[in-house]
């Protein structure tokens, strides 16, 4: 009955804008932390941005000043900005909710390239 459903993913130029968004249901959601994780291709997957229930953030090192976390608790939803993508940004992303990330998505494809 959990289910998080990621949207937003799709082709986009260097330096170009995506928003993921992530709409969760099943749980309390405002009791949960979120968050974004990210594999690319032959990669492991690895954090890119969480968000606790009070609203604070952590990024990786290679997105910090580039993504921004957001969630919306009225709507049950976790949202990701991505500006100034790379073409290292290109990875299957998956939203996540619980501090040992009990629940996750299917994920949504990114791919930066020209």
């Known amino acids: 009955q959990v289910q998080l459903v990621e949207s937003g993913g799709g082709l986009v130029q260097p330096g170009g804008s995506l928003r993921l968004s992530c709409a969760a249901s099943?749980?309390?959601?405002?009791?949960?932390?979120m968050g974004w994780y990210r594999q690319a291709p032959g990669k492991q997957r690895e954090l890119v941005a969480r968000?606790?229930?009070?609203?604070?953030?952590n990024y990786a090192d290679s997105v910090k000043g580039r993504f921004t976390i957001s969630r919306d608790n009225a709507k049950n939803t976790v949202a990701l900005q991505m500006n100034s993508l790379k073409p290292e940004d290109t990875a299957v992303y998956y939203c996540?909710?619980?501090?040992?990330?009990?629940?996750w998505g299917q994920g949504t494809q990114v791919t930066v390239s020209s």
């Open positions: 996540t909710a619980g501090l040992g990330n009990t629940y």
């Open positions: 099943g749980i309390i959601f405002s009791a949960y932390a």
């Open positions: 968000i606790t229930r009070d609203d604070r953030t």
